[in-house]
């Protein structure tokens, strides 16, 4: 019979995995997508955009980004118990506050800018119709969306990077 315990450290691994997926992809993104979409004319970075914005819309991507909204929390709520009750010389404690900070972080930094600054971005740019459209049209829905997109995507990789470096410590506690 496998304990308790257990179950909460099967899952703190796995949400630790989910949120590594969640940064590297979001690094990845920031180090090699975004300069070379950077490169392309006004109609080839929206079209290749909003191609990348429907792929990504996936169970491969959804699983890991909206798990771990899920996990992490979870975690933390299953750890509570030991952290109350102080633990091994604190440990749990500390592996407790790791998990909230997690939590908090991933849910405002990661989903919270993800929905509120990336995703309505991306719905106005999945309204511009290449084809059709003039030059100027395509260098203004460009301008419009390139640069807040790209910080709102910094902010995001860097919660996410926090998230799983915090997770890791978690683990290691």
Known sequence: MISPNAYSNLLLVIATITSALMAGLFYAYSCSVNP???QLSDAGYISAMQAINR??????FLFPFLGTILLL???AWLHYH???TGGADGTLRTRFWLLVI?????IIGVFGVTSFGNVPLNEV???VHVPSASVEELAGSRAV???PWNQWHAVRTLASVSTAVLMILACLK
């Not at 792929?55 to 491969?60: D, E, G, H, R, S």
């Not at 997690?102 to 991933?106: H, P």
């Open 145 to 147: 969306f390139e640069r």
């Open 55 to 60: 792929a990504i819309l996936n169970p491969v």
């Open 36 to 38: 070379g979409l950077g």
């Open 102 to 106: 997690a939590s908090i972080l991933y």
């Open 82 to 84: 030991g952290a109350s």
């Open 125 to 127: 740019l999945a309204g």
């Open 73 to 75: 929390p979870l975690c």
